[in-house]
């Protein structure tokens, strides 16, 4: 029953996740991944992954800290510190329970790097150690939002390496 209804919870959030897609504002945005955030906290917190309890509280934390505008170097620092010896405490799932917290600080210090290529890459492969993951706990609704992304990011790639050869055989033409 606990599965069913952690599954429930997280299909709200996952929904959310989908909603912040269709949003421009950038504050907008982070408030309704903040709700996410909620949501997929609860859901790990009732299927006893520890590990995605913790990362998706500390990813509503960033946030924060980001619209204050105070996420700097050492506030990364910090919350990936924090990830870290929280999943070493609470961790119950072995190995698998540190991929959110390794995704997590992947996520944090090489977002922003690469452009949309780049973008699309990282949210990926965090995503294929959230798939993992979700599925280890349970978590079968996130594990099916995980896949989707992953395969949506996949087509992103493509599409934009696509646009960067096109772009350069332009370039290439008029020279």
């Known amino acids: 029953m606990n599965v069913i209804a952690a599954n429930i919870v997280i ?6 996740m989908v909603i912040t897609g269709y949003i421009k504002d950038e504050k907008k945005m982070l408030r309704v991944q903040d709700g996410q955030m909620v949501f997929l906290a609860i859901g790990n917190l009732i299927l006893k992954g520890y590990s995605g309890f913790i990362i998706s509280v500390l ?8 619209l204050a505008k105070k996420l700097n ?12 010896v929280m999943t070493f405490i609470f961790n119950n ?21 690469g452009g949309a290529l780049g973008f699309k890459i990282v949210i990926g492969v965090a995503e294929i150690g959230w798939a993992i993951y979700d599925y280890s706990c349970g978590n079968y609704v996130g594990t099916a939002f995980d896949i989707f992304t992953i395969i949506s990011c996949a087509i992103g790639v493509m ?3 696509k646009n960067d050869r096109e772009r350069n055989k332009n370039i290439h033409n008029l020279v």
């Open 59 to 66: 990813a509503l934390i960033k946030n924060e800290i980001y």
């Open 159 to 161: 599409r934009v390496m």
């Open 73 to 84: 170097g050492l506030a990364k620092a910090l919350i990936v510190l924090v990830a870290v």
């Open 93 to 113: 799932k072995g190995l698998v329970g540190w991929f959110p917290a390794v995704t997590m600080a992947a996520f944090t210090y090489l977002l922003g790097i």
């Open 11 to 16: 299909f709200i959030g996952c929904t959310l």
